[in-house]
């Protein structure tokens, strides 16, 4: 599209599953996310591009600083859909990558580099004022560098929207002391690749690189994980509620619900999750502390329906924000990355006025134990059943596995996931993470011979526990993961999901189902390659889809 007419829109964006009607949100997004905070994440990228580059020269002479290494996950991470919509926030982050980039200048030049012939971006100098910013936006957005090559174009997106989900990842596992130089400098690479005239054979193998740096993103995340909290153990987990006091844990950030849980403790409050926060119940380094009690609600979607009936504090360690209406927003804080212009948001961990909040609202009035759901089936209890699954198998007891994991989101369509898991056979097996599972997790399955028939692996971070459990039962078969009579039904909704989709892809696993839609960002052509070297199908219908599966 040409610059005129792409300044003329008001924003653009397509990075996620619910973009509008497919193609772009181009007014308003559908998440929310306002023209103004638009214009300045695209800025933003452009300017960690730019800082990206001269980075990648940096490390190229021995220089890290891994302040900066954590600078370019944070800022990548804030950019994700439905972490920030702060516009404050960003205006702080891009003033921070250019001032970053110039240190990182100064240091390398006086080793006699002078980055002649980089691309512009390196240069790049921001406007004073946030009307400035957002004026200088327009000619750095999504569609400003289209160019004449609409695959190559797709695929720059589709690097960089994986560079989302890996630095999201890395991010939450430093946060957990989990770092390696080896994804901080893909994350550079890749950035600074993106401001170059790539071919699309270039930008297929960087896309499927970033698929396997971001498995060892996860990997971090897993050692994090496993390492601070244990590992997963079978956990009922109720979805009632106690009477008092009370605090809403959201999002994915472990060490912040553990500060909630060491700072409430003794103070008459009991903590709940919500949406994504459900495994943590399996942890016992978490499950450990008394009042750590249930979960409330579902995915982030129902955000709206659900906190105004929460009677206590809601803190949001990560996405997915909505915009918090008025019945909530007095009682709803964020902390890390996540952001809401007028939302209370709280740097370190301190959480006292989360805590004050919790204890001036009423509570909950009574006891109501509710139903339950069990969660924990991480890798280490999968496995620990490796071989009653593997002679459950042999013996024609358990003809199929099915992953049916990612993320939920609004779209009618998704009903798919839940009557896909309904009509599965009674041989077979869900496997499930992420935040999709709330569609169908409190159903009743049963077992085979004592092996559930519904597991939850956990959340969307934990999806390297499953490529575990899957590359395990490979081995015990002695077979590819292609090989295993497992099929992977995946939802996508961000861009986290997005880095698992090409760390599969780099594994080579095959026939995956992805829905409910197909990713706008990516061409026809880039579509036809998946399909060709990948087998990557779209759902159609559950029954159609299961019986070519079955069959
Ligand atoms: Fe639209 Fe999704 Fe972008 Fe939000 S993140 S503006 S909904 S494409
Ligand atoms: Fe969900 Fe936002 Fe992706 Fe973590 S909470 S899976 S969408």
Not at 32 to 58: H, M, T
Not at 487 to 516: C, D, F, M, T
Request: net charge negative.
């Amino acid at each position: 599209m040409e610059l005129e007419k792409v300044k003329k829109l008001e924003m653009f964006c397509y990075q996620c599953e619910q973009t509008a009607q497919g193609t772009g949100c181009t007014r308003m997004g559908v998440c929310g996310k306002n023209p103004e905070v638009a214009a300045l994440q695209d800025l933003l990228i452009y300017a960690v591009k730019g800082f990206s580059a001269v980075a990648e020269r940096a490390r190229g002479q021995g220089l890290r600083d891994p302040e900066f290494n954590r600078f370019t996950s944070e800022a990548m991470f804030s950019t994700l859909t439905n972490v920030n919509f702060d516009p404050e926030r960003f205006v702080t982050l891009i003033g921070e990558a250019v001032a970053h980039r110039e240190d990182l200048k100064k240091r390398i030049e006086v080793k006699g580099d002078s980055l002649k012939g980089f691309p512009e971006a390196v240069n790049f100098v921001p406007g004073s004022t946030k009307e400035e910013l957002v004026d200088q936006a327009g000619a750095h957005g999504i569609l400003a560098d289209k160019g004449d090559d609409a695959d190559a174009h797709g695929l720059r997106w589709l690097l960089i929207y994986g560079i989302k989900g890996v630095a999201a990842y890395a991010n939450h596992a430093a946060i957990l002391g989990q770092e390696d130089e080896v994804v901080y400098a893909f994350l550079h690479e890749g950035l600074a690749a993106t401001l170059l005239e790539s071919s699309v054979d270039e930008l297929l193998g960087l896309v499927l690189k970033c698929g396997e740096v971001n498995i060892r993103a996860m990997e971090l995340l897993d050692a994090g994980n496993t390492g601070t909290y244990g590992h997963p153990v079978p956990t009922e987990v109720s979805l009632g509620h106690r009477k008092g006091k009370a605090i809403l844990v959201s999002g994915h950030d472990l060490k912040d619900l553990e500060a909630i849980l060491k700072q409430t403790e003794g103070k008459g409050i009991n903590v709940y999750t919500h949406g994504e926060m459900l495994p943590t119940h399996g942890y016992p380094e978490l499950k450990k502390y008394s009042h750590f009690y249930g979960h409330f609600g579902s995915a982030w979607q129902n955000q709206h329906r659900e906190f105004p009936e929460f009677p206590g504090a809601i803190l949001m360690t990560t996405n997915c924000i909505q915009r918090p209406v008025s019945s909530y927003k007095d009682n709803i804080f964020t902390t890390g990355r996540v952001g809401w212009p007028g939302v209370q948001h709280i740097e370190g961990e301190d959480f006292t006025s989360v805590i004050e909040k919790a204890l001036e609202m009423p509570g909950f009035a009574e006891d109501e134990p509710g139903k339950t759901v069990i969660v924990g089936f991480a890798r280490n209890t999968v496995l620990s059943v490796a071989d009653k699954v593997i002679q459950l198998v042999k013996e024609g007891k358990l003809r199929h596995f099915f992953l049916v994991g990612g993320c939920d989101g609004a779209k009618p369509g998704r009903s798919y996931y839940s009557e896909f898991v309904e009509k599965v056979p009674e041989d077979a097996v869900v496997l499930t993470l992420a935040c999709g599972k709330f569609r169908f997790n409190d159903k009743e399955l049963g077992d085979i011979e004592g092996i559930p028939r519904l597991m939850d692996v956990g959340q969307c971070n934990d999806a390297y526990s499953a490529i575990q459990i899957a590359v395990a039962l490979a081995n015990a078969f002695n077979v590819g993961v292609n090989d295993l009579p497992l099929s992977l039904v995946l939802s996508w909704y961000e861009q986290k999901a997005v880095a698992i989709l090409l760390s599969l892809l780099h594994l080579g696993i095959k026939n995956i189902r992805l829905g409910p839609s197909l990713p706008a960002f990516l061409t026809p052509d880039i579509l036809n390659v998946l399909v060709e070297k990948f087998d990557i199908k779209h759902i159609s219908t559950p029954d159609e889809d299961l019986k070519a599966i079955l069959n």
